[in-house]
């Protein structure tokens, strides 16, 4: 039951097929699902967890089942793209066409970026490539060299744009984390080219090939179906990156590394991420929300994530946290004690 548990993530797919088929309020489904039911289901739930759900070596001896599951989400999400793409034409009216781009969008974030993320941290290259067809789907590809080595070592300090200043707003957040971790992402395969005695913008240039990538399917799309689906697939792309960017800003809120005296940062810990043992986010994101021992280990698989007490706790899962940052003031009266206390631990 540990490792079927995962396969929740299939609940999306299947219910943004539904909303493929319907018209209306009812296109909507996979929001009314996930932004409804689990936060709702979240709230009720008993919370529980234990540092040792299971034994890193137990599931280490299933660790291809747990790859499989990735790898078989790749195939899944660019069925649902061709799928989204093809039906443009059947959409009846202007509510039912945004259903299921928001539905499409959906997807964008919780499989293109959220999946792409878990293999973009992997060491094969088989399994980084395909995170970087799936961050492709989301037009998001420079969220890996900035993510990797940008996030990761400047996480909890202000040269890191996806981490949220206390008192900031989501709304700003979005565009500062978006446009800062774009320009990071440059700034360092410009950085690795100069080291690497390559040519800023050869082919070595990782954002060179994703930046001809997002141009070359976005021709394809449009020359394959027409300037509707392309403008669909756009639409449902900058969706999946806002999910990103609110992720984003709920896992990192107002918590900074301390400068020390020496002018260096404290060394990451696992205090400079909210985390969330809220069992249905958890499983439906691949562990996302254990975000805190994420940042403590990157290199662990998803499956062996487990929670610590040092860890600051979110008071709801991902999908609430989400919902509660749409409204500023309230999101802050809730969660600017917390951060206090947090710092001070």
């Known amino acids: 039951m540990k490792s079927i548990k995962y396969v929740l993530v299939f609940s999306l797919p299947i219910t943004v097929n539904i909303a493929f088929q319907s018209e209306g309020w009812l296109s909507y489904l996979p929001v009314y699902v996930f932004f409804i039911l689990v936060p709702f289901l979240e709230l009720i739930l008993p919370l529980r967890w234990t540092t040792n759900e299971a034994s890193e070596n137990a599931l280490n001896r299933h660790a291809k089942y747990y790859n499989y599951l990735l790898y078989t989400l790749v195939i899944v999400q660019w069925c649902f793209v061709a799928y989204f793409l093809n039906a443009q034409n059947s959409s009846p009216d202007a509510n039912t066409w945004w259903g299921r781009v928001v539905s499409m969008g959906l997807m964008c974030g919780i499989i293109g970026i959220n999946v792409g993320h878990e293999l973009g941290h992997r060491n094969k290259r088989f399994e980084q490539f395909l995170g970087e067809v799936l961050l492709l789907s989301s037009l998001e590809n420079h969220f890996l060299p900035y993510h990797n080595r940008g996030h990761h070592t400047n996480v909890g300090t202000h040269s890191d744009p996806a981490t949220a200043r206390k008192n900031e707003p989501v709304y700003i957040f979005w565009f500062r984390s978006q446009i800062g971790s774009y320009f990071q992402a440059w700034q360092i395969e410009l950085t690795r080219m100069q080291i690497m005695g390559k040519a800023k913008?050869?082919?070595?240039?990782?954002?060179?090939?994703?930046?001809?990538?997002?141009?070359?399917?976005?021709?394809?799309?449009?020359?394959?179906?027409?300037?509707?689906?392309?403008?669909?697939?756009?639409?449902?792309?900058?969706?999946?990156?806002?999910?990103?960017?609110?992720?984003?800003?709920?896992?990192?809120?107002?918590?900074?590394?301390?400068?020390?005296?020496?002018?260096?940062?404290?060394?990451?810990?696992?205090?400079?991420?909210?985390?969330?043992?809220?069992?249905?986010?958890?499983?439906?994101?691949?562990?996302?929300?254990?975000?805190?021992?994420?940042?403590?280990?990157?290199?662990?698989?998803?499956?062996?994530?487990?929670?610590?007490?040092?860890?600051?706790?979110?008071?709801?899962?991902?999908?609430?946290?989400?919902?509660?940052?749409?409204?500023p003031p309230l999101f802050f009266r809730v969660m600017n004690g917390k951060v206090e206390r947090a710092l001070s631990a």
């Open 201 to 327: 913008f050869s082919f070595a240039n990782k954002m060179v090939i994703y930046s001809l990538s997002h141009l070359l399917l976005l021709l394809i799309i449009w020359q394959i179906f027409d300037l509707t689906a392309l403008l669909a697939f756009i639409a449902a792309a900058i969706i999946g990156i806002l999910l990103l960017e609110t992720v984003n800003y709920i896992e990192h809120y107002g918590l900074k590394r301390r400068l020390k005296e020496n002018g260096r940062y404290e060394l990451v810990k696992r205090k400079h991420s909210w985390n969330s043992n809220h069992i249905l986010g958890r499983l439906i994101l691949f562990e996302l929300s254990r975000h805190s021992e994420h940042h403590y280990k990157p290199d662990k698989p998803y499956q062996l994530l487990h929670s610590d007490p040092e860890a600051p706790i979110m008071p709801t899962g991902y999908p609430g946290m989400m919902l509660l940052s749409f409204v």
